[in-house]
């Protein structure tokens, strides 16, 4: 506030200057909170990764039994902590604006039906694989494979729409793995794909665990884990969620999950769609 005096000490006006810094605050919050979560996130792996490498440097490395365990866990770990640097500089990458969406005209049917292939054909290859493992050591649960059936539900229409492939690509194979992920094994997921008049919806449905109702809405946000231990146990960064979203956002479309504890979950993404009119044709303009 100013007080507007006159020379004879009259008050004659009075100035008030108000600044919104509710928004600022809380961006500031944020910022704050983020990298204190990053700090967190990165702290746990390497203080896990120094008492292994002290533990195998203080003799364990003579031990054949413990010394190939402790080195895949000190390789996971660093694994991990790579994928989340590289998800860390998608998102401020996106933040800063400086990653660009490269839009093109894809038909979206055919596009997933080829990641959902890609799925199935990793599925044949680790089956192939699984009975010639010669190795002594057995691998952590989390990179033991896991079996599962891909149902699909998919138009027979083709529905033209537009994406950043790459990015969009990312986005569907984050679900698909995390379907995978909190699935139990020999799980069905269900891959579904349908048009509204103005939207086309596609969708992945698990019979995993599911996600308690108090965290359905912040699964979305960065780092956010309902199980920080199972997701870190399974190479997570928390981050996967966060960056579809951003990216779905930015293709104008929406992404949300439905989802019953015990049951499973089901995460549907919708973007805009505008069906071709009967008549339209290429060569027509
Ligand atoms: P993460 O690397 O931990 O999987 P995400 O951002 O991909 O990170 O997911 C955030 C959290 O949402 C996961 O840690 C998990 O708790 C929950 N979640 C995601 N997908 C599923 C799913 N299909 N079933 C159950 N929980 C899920």
Redesign the pocket.
């Known amino acids: 506030f100013s007080l507007i005096q006159r020379e004879t000490g009259f008050i004659s006006g009075l100035v008030a200057v108000l600044h919104d810094v509710t928004e600022q605050q809380k961006n500031e919050r944020e910022r704050r909170e983020f990298v204190s979560n990053v700090s967190h996130e990165l702290r746990t792996p390497l203080t896990s990764m120094r008492s292994y490498i002290e533990a195998l440097s203080d003799g364990a490395w003579q031990d054949p039994e413990i010394a190939p365990q402790f080195l895949k866990v000190t390789q996971e770990e660093t694994d991990r902590m790579i994928r989340m640097i590289n998800d860390l500089l998608s998102l401020s990458r996106m933040d800063s604006g400086t990653s660009k969406i490269e839009l093109e005209t894809i038909n979206l049917n055919e596009f997933f039906n080829y990641i959902l292939d890609r799925f199935d054909m990793m599925l044949k290859t680790d089956n192939e694989s699984a009975g010639n493992d010669n190795n002594r050591v057995q691998p952590l649960p989390s990179s033991r494979k896991k079996r599962y059936t891909i149902r699909r539900e998919i138009t027979k229409r083709d529905l033209w729409v537009e994406v950043d492939q790459d990015k969009f690509m990312q986005v569907i194979d984050?679900?698909m793995n995390?379907?995978i992920?909190?699935?139990p094994e020999g799980g069905v997921i269900t891959a579904r794909l349908v048009e509204t008049h103005n939207h086309v919806i596609l969708s992945i449905t698990?019979q995993?665990?599911?996600?308690p109702r108090k965290?359905i809405n912040k699964?979305?946000d960065r780092f956010?884990?309902?199980?920080?231990a199972?997701?870190?146990q399974?190479?997570?960064?928390?981050?996967?969620?966060?960056?579809?979203k951003e990216v779905v956002e930015a293709l104008g479309g929406r992404i949300w999950?439905d989802?019953q504890e015990g049951k499973?979950?089901t995460?549907y993404i919708s973007l805009p769609y505008e069906p071709l009119e009967e008549g339209d044709d290429w060569d027509e303009a």
């Open positions: 984050n679900i995390n379907a992920k909190y699935s698990d995993g665990l599911g996600i965290d699964v979305f956010y884990r309902v199980d920080k199972r997701s870190r399974q190479g997570g960064t928390g981050l996967g969620l966060a960056i579809s999950v989802s499973g979950s995460f």
